[in-house]
């Protein structure tokens, strides 16, 4: 005689969190009617919850790094623009007197 052999599956994080809830109380119906969600219905819900979950993380996350950014005074900013503004002009002077001087050097040759 042959004894089949049942095979063990293991459950996956997934399919656990889906069969809690199946079994949950909140997705039976009180009173006349105890029918359960489906499978289907109960992974749409599912990764609507996680999905939830994980946007509300990521802008919790985002809140608590800007919290921590050390932001410019009005005098650093006043200083930084000042600072830009000048290396803008500087360098600007330069490639003009640069394309000057090869244009110079392009009428000679």
């Known amino acids: 005689m042959a004894v089949k052999e049942k095979k ?3 459950k996956t994080e997934k399919s ?11 997705n039976l119906e009180a009173g006349k ?5 489906s ?5 749409k819900k599912n ?3 996680v999905k939830k979950a994980q946007k509300e993380t990521f802008f919790a996350g985002v809140v608590s790094e800007v919290k921590k950014v ?3 005074t009005k005098k650093d900013m006043g200083k930084l623009s000042v600072a830009v503004l000048v ?4 360098f600007a002077g330069f490639f003009l007197l640069i394309d000057v ?6 009428a000679v040759l």
């Open 8 to 10: 063990v599956v293991k």
């Open 16 to 26: 656990k969190k889906v069969d809690e809830l199946i079994k949950t109380p909140k």
């Open 87 to 90: 290396l803008l002009v500087f």
């Open 70 to 72: 050390s932001w410019p």
């Open 33 to 37: 009617n105890k029918k359960t969600i």
């Open 47 to 49: 990764l609507k919850a």
């Open 101 to 106: 001087i090869m244009a110079a050097l392009k």
């Open 39 to 43: 499978r289907k219905e109960a992974e």
